[in-house]
Nanobody, 119 residues
Framework: QVQLVESGGGLVQAGGSLRLSCAAS????????MGWYRQAPGKQRELVAT?????????NDVDAVKGRFTISRDNAKNMVYLQMNSLRPEDTAVYYC???????????WGQGTQVTVSS
């Protein structure tokens, strides 16, 4: 079992910044991928960015946030972060932390943190 707890959401004006944090606890496998997804009202959950646990920490983020959002992680603390800059009203959503492994196969989600960007 893995527990994920997000923090750092809130209300911000357009152009502002927020930093989301996700703390993972429980049985953490050394090889894993953690990431952030978001779900806006009336829309499907979508990928924001992922980062693997390797020493290189390869990350992948979607076009909508390229150049504005940066994902990072601290393996020693089992933490993953999402630095969000130049926020736009369309970034308003509930942001969810995700943890995945493939051998064995596990897929866990946090409860989500609300991000609201006012225009």
């Amino acid at each position: 079992q893995v527990q994920l707890v997000e923090s750092g959401g809130g209300l911000v004006q357009a152009g502002g910044s927020l930093r989301l944090s996700c703390a993972a606890s429980g049985t953490i496998f050394a090889i894993n991928t953690m990431g952030w997804y978001r779900q806006a009202p009336g829309k499907q959950r979508e990928l924001v960015a992922t980062i693997d646990s390797g020493s290189v920490g390869r990350s992948n983020d979607v076009d909508a946030v390229k150049g504005r959002f940066t994902i990072s992680r601290d393996n020693a603390k089992n933490m993953v972060y999402l630095q969000m800059n130049s926020l736009r009203p369309e970034d308003t959503a509930v942001y969810y932390c995700n943890y995945q492994t493939w051998q064995p196969r596990y897929d866990y989600w946090g409860q989500g943190t609300q991000v609201t960007v006012s225009s």
